[in-house]
């Protein structure tokens, strides 16, 4: 498929973890504003994919592009450099502090070398979650605990906006939710593709994934076995592919 | 009409965030145990009885102070009684016996304690023991190190120093101590609240894997937070020397409970994450006064430590039923 150059690419990465390959010779590429499902079953290595992303494992081979340059993905910093943002399963929020204090938690804007600007930080907090989904968020010193699992998930994704993340990990994000707030969540991510903003979106839930990704990355034993995307395959073919794990179209 | 709705919408979310705001509920139990003792005893509000109030309180308040700072960090330090009597000593004795200039012992002893603090910090966050281990050890090496130095005996200091005055003598019949007290809460409280390194601290105790995920040097605002404690503790365990004029080897014990103890009652959470200076201060206060009231009302002082503990479960009761509604 000869399009542009893909905003994220990953190719031939490999990964052990003594003697159990994780992941081998993998590629992935992700396109501007595209919705990538990466699925498979458990221990198919979507997880540890991610994790080589977001900069936790480094990777044991392979290279990873960011518009079409190599980069390297050392730690959460670097990835955060490119622009990779994970939203974690446990959301990486502290529920003892407020939802401002949160967002910029470890970015924090300065009035001055040490001195915090709070109210430019309460200001750009508000503003961020009413551009983007703030389900019922009331002010931005609401403490993070709390918020019910949706708007958790509105903080993370909100906090990943600000700092211009242009692919975001979602790991999960669906799992802790009730319905409304997962039609929510799933909405927005959808809205951000418009703005160009792509996502990796990995979930055991294939209601979900099917209805909101673009293509799909299936994963099996640490091997990709194949690549489809929406119009070329059906909810019923993806998740025999997931268990069989072999990529047949019939 | 619409204009209408939406001020009183805002009275009340303002209202609800006073009602919420973290440190009314201990300014309310702190104001309303005043109140209960000048009643209970006449002689607890008069002016000699809250001069001793003032002078006592900031050798524990200086050190819970530092503890809220630690234990919003995630981690608490056992060692304070110890650095309290140990770094204090080496300033009497390097003062009194080696000749040195007061001031110079003073700094040492202060260093001595932000030491302290940093062997705490590193063994804990470098090798991965528990605070409460690591803090458990040193004080008792601590404790052991001073009972050595001294052999048993006191160490003369003089009250009359400069240096002794301008930190536990008096402006106009008021204790200066107090107002050390209320500085060094006044910078802890901006540190905590207004700058970085305060939302690092929140934010490492509060979670401490989102924190790493975020890029925030984790250990080194424990290991900070330890030496801030530590050089915090030395300087009210000197405070005291100022005000006794002798060093002693037992000085502070039992001091790490209470400061802990005047950290929760003022609503900080042993977990790590949420604390406040203005509670601690609160804390330090109901315990004083408590040991007063019984002291004024001849009661046995035994009773002390039952009354401590009971409150201790009070306080945090009184905090969730007021804090806790949703």
């Known amino acids: 498929m000869s399009r542009e150059t893909p905003a994220y690419e990953i190719r031939g990465i490999s990964k052990s973890f003594g003697h159990v390959e994780a992941l081998k010779d993998v590629d992935l590429s992700v396109y501007k504003g595209e919705i990538i499902g990466l699925v498979g079953d458990n221990g198919a290595g979507k997880s540890t994919l991610i994790k080589i992303l977001s900069g936790i494992y480094p990777a044991d081979k392979g290279t990873i592009l960011c518009d079409g340059e190599i980069v390297r993905i050392n730690s959460y910093r670097d990835s955060q450099a490119i622009g990779v943002a994970t939203i974690y399963q446990d959301r990486a929020l502290v529920d003892s502090v407020s939802i401002y204090r949160n967002i910029f938690m470890g970015n924090e804007l300065l009035k001055s070398s040490h001195f915090l600007d709070k109210r430019k930080m309460r200001v750009e907090a508000r503003r961020v979650l009413n551009e983007s989904i703030s389900i019922g968020i009331e002010s931005p010193d609401q403490l993070v605990g709390d918020l019910s699992g949706g708007q958790k998930q509105a903080v993370a994704i909100a906090r990943a906006i600000y700092f211009r993340a242009r692919l975001l990990l979602l790991d999960e994000p669906t799992n802790a939710l009730s319905v409304r707030e997962s039609q929510q969540v799933m909405r927005f991510v959808q809205d951000l593709r418009s703005e160009g903003i792509s996502s990796i979106f990995v979930t055991h839930n294939l209601l979900h994934v099917y209805t909101i990704a673009d293509r799909f990355t299936i994963l099996s034993h640490g091997v990709k076995v194949g690549d489809f995307r929406k119009e070329e395959i059906t909810m019923e073919q993806l998740e025999k592919m997931i268990v069989t794990g072999r990529a047949e179209v019939s | ?326």
Request: overall charge positive.
């Open chain 2, 1 to 326: 009409m619409g204009t209408r709705a939406r001020k009183e919408k805002a009275r009340a979310h303002s209202l609800k965030q006073v009602l919420r705001y973290k440190d009314i509920s201990i300014v309310i139990i702190t104001a309303a145990l005043f109140i209960i003792f000048s009643l209970v005893n006449k002689s607890f509000l008069t002016r000699e009885n809250l001069y001793i109030l003032l002078k006592t309180i900031p050798e524990l308040g200086i050190v819970a102070i530092g503890m809220t700072m630690l234990i919003i960090s995630g981690e608490f330090d056992l060692s304070v009684g110890s650095t309290f009597a140990l770094a204090p000593f080496i300033m009497a004795i390097l003062t009194e016996k080696a000749g040195w200039h007061p001031v110079v012992a003073l700094f040492v002893c202060v260093v001595a304690g932000v030491f302290i603090g940093l062997v705490n910090g590193v063994i804990t966050t470098k090798i991965g023991i528990p605070s409460f281990i690591t803090t458990l050890g040193t004080m008792m090496a601590w404790r052991g190190a001073v009972l050595l130095l001294s052999s048993g005996f006191p160490e003369a200091f003089s009250r009359d120093l400069p240096v002794a005055r301008f930190f536990a003598g008096k402006i106009s019949n008021f204790p200066v101590q107090f107002i050390w007290f209320i500085l060094f809460a006044l910078i802890m409280w901006v540190i905590l609240e207004n700058t970085r390194f305060g939302n690092w601290t929140y934010v490492t105790g509060g979670n401490r894997n989102a924190a790493v995920a975020m890029g925030i040097p984790v250990d080194m605002v424990k290991i900070t937070n330890f030496m801030v404690l530590g050089g915090l503790t030395a300087l009210a365990g000197s405070i005291q020397v100022f005000r006794m004029g002798s060093a002693y080897s037992i000085a502070g014990q039992g001091m790490e409970l209470q400061a802990i103890g005047a950290t929760v009652i003022g609503g900080t959470m042993l977990s790590g994450g949420s604390g406040t200076i203005i509670g601690t201060i609160m804390g330090t206060f109901i315990i004083f006064s408590v040991e007063n009231i019984i002291v004024l009302s001849g009661a046995p002082a035994f009773w002390f430590r039952t009354f401590v503990g009971v409150i201790v479960i009070v306080a945090v009761t009184a905090h969730i039923l007021i804090q806790g509604r949703k």
